[in-house]
């Protein structure tokens, strides 16, 4: 014997209800990222500018002991203080300002390019937001810790889910409402 299935017909209260879930979620996503990408992005804007600074300084003729600041350097993993790392052409360290565990340690060759901006994560609980710029003898490379920014983002994902839970949570009530 041959069935033959009802198929579902929504009525236009409940179309606009997905629709509103559908928006509702397309906006928190899209805000979540864009909020995320300025994080990120804002993150570099020390480094920039004393990667620029420290340049020119090298350029002018000034040490690289006097770019790179500081009687003791930094422990990249711990602090969150900005630092500056100067190298030669070939890549070899000539002057730093952070160390990592100890030792004196740059960005694989490759990273070494003018103006890059990357993320360098020296080991896997480090992430570090670093700027390279170039001079007349070789690279200064500016980074710092990424961890309260990471934070941030932590937080904000948290932000994110919580509103998108809020979205359905609404849309199921407007949904049971139209029955």
Same mark, same amino acid.
């Given at each position: 014997m041959l069935t033959m299935s009802k198929a579902v017909v929504l009525s236009p209260a409940r179309i606009a209800v997905l629709a509103a879930v559908i928006i509702g979620t397309g906006i928190a996503l899209f805000a979540a990222a864009a909020v995320q990408q300025n994080e990120r992005q804002s993150a570099?804007?020390?480094?920039? *500018? +004393?990667?620029?600074?420290?340049?020119?300084? @090298?350029?002018? =003729?000034?040490?690289?002991?006097?770019? &790179?600041?500081?009687?003791?350097? +930094?422990?990249?993993?711990?602090s969150l203080a900005p630092f500056i790392i100067v190298t030669g052409? %070939? =890549?070899?360290?000539?002057?730093? =300002?952070a160390t990592f565990n100890g030792s004196v340690?740059?960005?694989?060759?490759?990273? +070494?390019?003018?103006?890059h901006?990357?993320?360098? *994560?020296?080991?896997?609980? #480090? %992430? +570090?937001?670093? #700027? #390279?710029? %170039? /001079?007349? =003898?070789? /690279? &200064?490379?500016?980074? %710092?810790? @990424?961890?309260?920014v990471e934070r941030r983002e932590d937080d904000l994902r948290l932000m994110a889910l919580l509103s998108l839970v809020g979205v359905a949570a609404v849309g199921a009530v407007a949904w049971l409402m139209l029955r």
């Open positions: 570099n804007d020390p480094q920039i *500018q +004393l990667a620029q600074d420290a340049a020119s300084a @090298l350029s002018a =003729g000034h040490s690289t002991q006097s770019v &790179v600041g500081g009687a003791v350097p +930094l422990n990249m993993s711990q052409s %070939r =890549g070899q360290t000539l002057a730093a =300002g340690i740059i960005p694989p060759t490759g990273a +070494l390019t003018p103006d901006r990357f993320t360098w *994560q020296p080991a896997s609980n #480090v %992430r +570090l937001a670093a #700027v #390279v710029e %170039r /001079y007349n =003898g070789g /690279y &200064v490379i500016a980074a %710092r810790n @990424l961890r309260e």
